[in-house]
């Protein structure tokens, strides 16, 4: 006897026949993986937007290694009476100190006032000396040390700022405390704490600092944007089917695909991103929806079929919902996983691949868990669903939407393709832009750090340059250092480019010492001999390592180290532009050449790619979206119909973008591509459920409609509410690129679900494809 092939009902049957140990395996896999996120780590470095491989990425850590540079901790000691007097000088000198004894904190690389030495010509040559010692430290002597930097150009704002109001203390970290810059950011912050007191104002800023802020800052957030998504998922499902199960077999689904994302996120050893933050609500707001359709379709058969047993209740429920459940699951792991695919940055690599398997688990909890589940549970009436076939105030407003499209199509069509127009033209304008301090909101303490270190000093954002010579001390070359001093000279003159400090600068100022400190001799030595005697005196008196992180130790590499005031992409890349074209045209040849560097130079790499990767995912989604549709209802017809909605939706972002100046930056690129994968749920749900009705059942098209609208338009209303609810929730969050990201996918599926429920079964209407065989 040959086996009877299996369909879903069978397939269904057998499930329920085994729900017993299915759901048992439900609960134990979700814990079990759950039990990995407390182990999961956390990454808040711009340098993990790109493969530890990439070569520009690896030029520049190799240029940091070689030069012992990091991304530090920054202290602006503010007194606006001028910082040149006895108690500042000393409360410099006991944090420079105090610093030392910081878990986390290099005690040698520390950089301030009490630190740095002065350059001073004498009878015997270079003396090499601090600008100020604290037993002999009185007004007199402050003033002395305001006279010496006056004459130290070096220093003048990059150490004290040109008004002398301001001093630095940089700080930076042990390497073996990259990624627990917060541990040390908390331990500054107490520190500083302790000094409130006193007439000056304290703050903190520098990138390790910006690592370390955010990485609390994200933490917080996800304590408030999490928990508020589950009550706000909740309260819907509470008013869709006013029944407990209707609430709790929905959040174990949420449970499900969150636990399993983030659990193999800290299995695998993948790091948590400033974006990641935004996983968890998504996953919530998407993993829902097939609780939704399923629980909907449940209840109006058992408000139809009063005499069903439970298992024949949920084997029919599951028997008319796997397909469309499915597709939609598709379709939204196909808008992640494009965003992996087109994604050169690990995390949003990562965002793709664990939230497209997140959805997938959401799926797999939804065909196999919930049907289990329910076998344990008795047949049960929904107040939402009249056994009378009456319909509650949602069904009827939805009944009403549908009467709507039948007596307006044309204009319906129209309107949709006047968005699309504004779209496009939105599309041509959309701004690519980054800058960092922008995850944070304006009134934070680290935001006012940064843009009073950026006011008053050179700034917090580097742009590096190697230079390169083939022999050992080659760069004691006069002519050498007159090409670095022209690169520097040229790198000043451009906008935001505060500042400069390379080995001439040091070379400069031990000339002019040399020479009864005449201004006149504060520039380069025609003499190589002369410059390398001038290094040797400075190492008979002061420390060699000084010029560690400007030269390295057989005088053939040099690094010139530029200061920028923003950190913003728009402002970095054309200064990265133009210090590249005058490498290639005015100083690189075959006796030296220089590489640009640095974090400014990474920045401007890796951020360039935004807006190609955000067409690419956004075009691939629509691919995939299209021919996955097209195969499930075997016609091209439907592919073509699903992703109409969609693609409007996002067209009508772009033009909000315009109007609002939200740029296209790392949390916004992602939107098209996750609109895209789960705004389609509405379509795919519009075409199967209107195929079913006029194409299986055979209703006319009016019927069919109105049959549609009450019915499975009531479940996409709420699978609606869910979605655009649940994104509407990272709005609330502390973290503006993940509120603009929540924005727009919130606005993007709200445009889906409009443009499903009326321009689609507008066209079907007008058109008739042979794919929906309606009736007349």
Not at 406 to 421: E, G, L, N, R, T
Not at 533 to 561: C, E, H, K, M, W
Request: net charge negative; glycine share 6%; hydrophobic share 45%.
């Amino acid at each position: 006897m040959k086996n009877k092939p299996l369909t879903a009902t069978t397939f269904f049957n057998k499930v329920t026949s085994h729900h017993k140990i299915i759901l048992t395996l439900s609960i134990v896999i979700m814990i079990a993986v759950s039990l990995f996120i407390p182990k999961m780590t956390k990454d808040t470095s711009y340098d993990a937007f790109l493969p530890k491989d990439d070569p520009i990425l690896a030029f520049r850590n190799q240029t940091k290694e070689t030069f012992g540079l990091k991304d530090p901790m920054v202290i602006a000691i503010v007194n606006e009476q001028g910082i040149f007097n006895k108690k500042t000088l000393q409360l410099v000198y006991e944090l420079s100190e105090r610093l030392k004894t910081i878990s986390g904190i290099d005690p040698d690389q520390i950089t301030s006032l009490s630190t740095e030495n002065n350059i001073v010509g004498t009878d015997a040559g270079l003396e090499v000396d601090p600008f100020f010692e604290i037993e002999e430290l009185t007004d007199k002597k402050a003033l002395e040390v305001k006279a010496a930097i006056d004459n130290f150009e070096l220093y003048e704002g990059s150490l004290v700022s040109n008004d002398h109001t301001t001093t630095l203390i940089v700080a930076e970290m042990l390497d073996s405390y990259d990624k627990k810059q917060h541990e040390v950011y908390k331990s500054l912050m107490k520190l500083l704490d302790e000094y409130k007191s006193h007439n000056e104002q304290f703050y903190l800023a520098g990138e390790g600092a910006v690592s370390g802020y955010l990485i609390r800052y994200i933490d917080e957030d996800a304590m408030k944007t999490n928990p508020f998504a589950a009550i706000v998922i909740s309260i819907i499902l509470i008013f869709a089917y006013r029944r407990l199960r209707g609430v709790v077999l929905p959040n174990i689904m949420v449970l499900a695909s969150v636990g399993v994302a983030l659990g193999a996120m800290a299995a695998f050893g993948v790091d948590f991103f400033v974006i990641t933050n935004g996983l968890p609500v998504v996953l919530i707001a998407i993993a829902v929806a097939d609780g939704i359709h399923i629980l909907g379709e449940y209840y109006e058969t058992a408000a139809k079929h009063p005499e069903f047993t439970q298992k024949e209740l949920v084997v029919v429920t599951m028997t008319h919902m796997w397909r469309p459940i499915t597709i939609t699951s598709v379709t939204t792991v196909a808008g992640f996983l494009a965003i992996a695919a087109s994604s050169y940055m690990p995390p949003m690599t990562y965002f793709g691949l664990f939230g497209a398997l997140g959805v997938f688990a959401a799926l797999v909890y939804a065909v196999f868990m919930i049907p289990s589940a329910m076998m344990f549970l008795k047949p049960q009436l929904s107040k939402a669903y009249k056994s009378d076939q009456k319909i509650d105030y949602f069904g009827k407003a939805m009944a009403f939407i549908g009467k709507v499209v039948i007596k307006y199509p044309k204009a319906i069509i129209a309107i949709a393709i006047i968005i699309i127009a504004f779209g496009i033209h939105g599309a041509s304008k959309l701004e690519i832009n980054e800058d960092r301090i922008k995850n944070f909101q304006a009134d934070e303490p680290i935001v006012k750090a940064d843009a009073l270190i950026n006011k008053k000093t050179d700034g917090t954002s580097y742009l590096d340059i190697l230079v390169e010579t083939p022999e050992v001390e080659d760069i004691f070359e006069p002519e050498n250092l007159h090409k670095i001093e022209a690169l520097q000279t040229y790198v000043e003159t451009l906008p935001h480019v505060k500042g400069s400090i390379s080995i001439v600068d040091f070379l400069k100022k031990m000339n002019q010492s040399l020479n009864e400190n005449n201004t006149a001799y504060y520039r380069i030595p025609d003499d190589r001999e002369l410059i390398a005697q001038y290094f040797l005196l400075y190492s008979a008196s002061g420390d060699p390592t000084d010029f560690d992180n400007y030269v390295d130790y057989d005088y053939r590499l040099a690094n010139i180290r530029l200061r920028m005031d923003t950190s913003e992409y728009n402002f970095e890349k054309p200064v990265v532009d133009a210090v590249n074209t005058y490498l290639s045209q005015n100083f690189n040849s075959s006796t030296i050449k220089a590489t640009s560097s640095g974090k400014v130079t990474v920045d401007a790499h890796w951020i360039n790619r935004l807006g190609f990767n955000h067409f690419v995912g956004a075009g691939l989604a629509l691919l995939v979206v299209l021919l996955f549709a097209a195969l499930s209802f075997k016609s091209i017809w439907a592919g073509i119909l699903t992703i109409i909605p969609v693609s409007i939706s996002v067209l009508f972002i772009y033009t909000v973008m315009g109007v609002l100046n939200i740029w296209l930056a790392v949390g916004t690129s992602m939107f098209a591509a996750i609109a895209i994968g789960v705004g389609v749920d509405f379509a795919v749900h519009t075409v199967d459920r209107l195929k079913f009705l006029l194409s299986e059942k055979g209703l006319p098209i009016k019927e069919g409609y109105h049959e549609f609208y009450k019915s499975a338009g009531r479940a996409l209303l709420f699978n609606f509410l869910a979605l655009a609810l649940g994104f509407s929730v990272l709005m609330t969050s502390s973290v503006p690129p993940l509120s603009q990201f929540g924005f727009l996918v919130a606005v993007a599926v709200t445009v889906s679900f409009i443009g499903s429920l009326t321009l689609l079964p507008a066209i079907i209407y007008l058109v008739k494809p042979k794919f929906f065989s309606t009736s007349k």
